[in-house]
Every structure is written in C-alpha cells, then in structure tokens.
C-alpha cells in the first residue's frame, strides 16, 4: 500500500501487454475508453501513463478490507476525513451528483494495474509480474456483484492480497487484461 507523489518506472515488468503491437488486430479484452473513469482515476491515468503505459481498462470497486487498511495510514485516514468534512458541507442534491466521483476504481495499465482507494488517497500499484492470481467467486445467488482476490508481492517482497467486490462485466474485464499480460 503506498502513496505516491512520483510514480515509479514500471515498464521493467516481465509481464505485460504493448497496446502499440496490437493496433489492427483483435485484442484479447474489450478495449475501454477513460472516460470510463473517475475524474479522480483520469488524473491518475495521465500520472502514470509515462511509467506503466496505455490504458487498457478500468471499472470500480468496493473494498471494506483496503479501507481498514487505508484507516492504518495516518495520511489516508486525513484524506478520508478532509473528504468527508466536506462532502458534510455540500447539498444533497451536490452529493449526489458528485458521489461518482469518490468511488474506488482498478486501472489496468500495459506495465501495471493500479488499485484507487479514492476516498483515502490510497493508490496501491501493481506490476504485472507481482499478481500471482486473481480468484473470483460471486457473491451471492440474488447479487449481480463478485468477490475477487487479488494476490500479490509487495515491492518490498511480502505476500498481501486485495480483496475488491464488483459486478461480473467489470470482473471478467479485469480477468481478461490481466490474462493478456501474461497472469494465469
């Protein structure tokens, strides 16, 4: 988990997929526009597009298990309650209108997939290298939304794992990238 004021180089990644080889041939996944995302997640596009690469997807997600450990970090844990500080200034009617803009998103890169915690600041990236699986099951038999288990090694070289919940397209898609760029 980290916050990141400069991204990194990701592009040393064994693992990855070069949008730039692909042009004109059919691609593996559906390929996503930005404008999918966040404005918050667009920013964080444009920030980590020289280290990680092309944009190759995104969707959003909730994790009741990345905001505890969000909570751990004092900076997060500010964010959190500046963000919420003001969200309790705004109208209701502004809040629902601005509400998309504070959801958690995953965004899949060539190099990297980044993990947003948006609310909490927290931005939790990736190399392609480092998954060493996604598992995903559905949550339950009424909801539309699956429970997918990121496992991961840490920059440092520990073991964590990212548990996210999301609707099965945005699951599938994230599954289908991440098969591309070489994670069985």
């Known amino acids: 988990m980290e916050n990141i004021s400069t991204p990194p180089n990701y592009k040393d990644s064994k693992k990855y997929f070069l949008l ?8 593996p996944f559906t390929r996503l526009s930005p404008s999918i ?26 994790s009741s298990q990345l905001e ?4 751990e970090v004092q900076v997060c844990l500010a964010t959190y309650n500046q963000m919420r500080a003001y969200i309790s200034s705004l109208p209701a009617r ?3 209108v601005r509400s998309p803009e504070w ?14 915690v948006t609310m909490y600041g927290m931005i939790i990236p990736i190399k392609w290298d480092q998954v060493e ?7 339950n ?28 397209l945005g699951m599938n898609s994230l599954l289908s990238i991440a098969k591309a760029c070489g994670v069985s």
């Open 20 to 27: 730039s080889n692909h042009y004109g041939t059919s691609l």
């Open 68 to 71: 505890a450990k969000a909570k």
């Open 133 to 139: 699986s996604l598992n995903v099951k559905r949550k």
């Open 94 to 96: 502004e809040v629902i």
């Open 141 to 168: 038999f009424i909801s539309s939304d699956s429970i997918m288990e990121i496992n991961y090694v840490t920059s440092s070289g520990k073991q964590d794992k990212a548990v996210i919940q999301a609707n099965s």
């Open 103 to 116: 959801t958690s998103e995953w965004i899949a890169l060539e190099y990297a997939l980044l993990l947003s």
């Open 37 to 62: 995302l966040t404005p918050s997640g667009r920013n964080l596009l444009v920030e980590f597009e020289e280290s990680a690469g092309k944009f190759l997807g995104g969707g959003v997600f909730k």
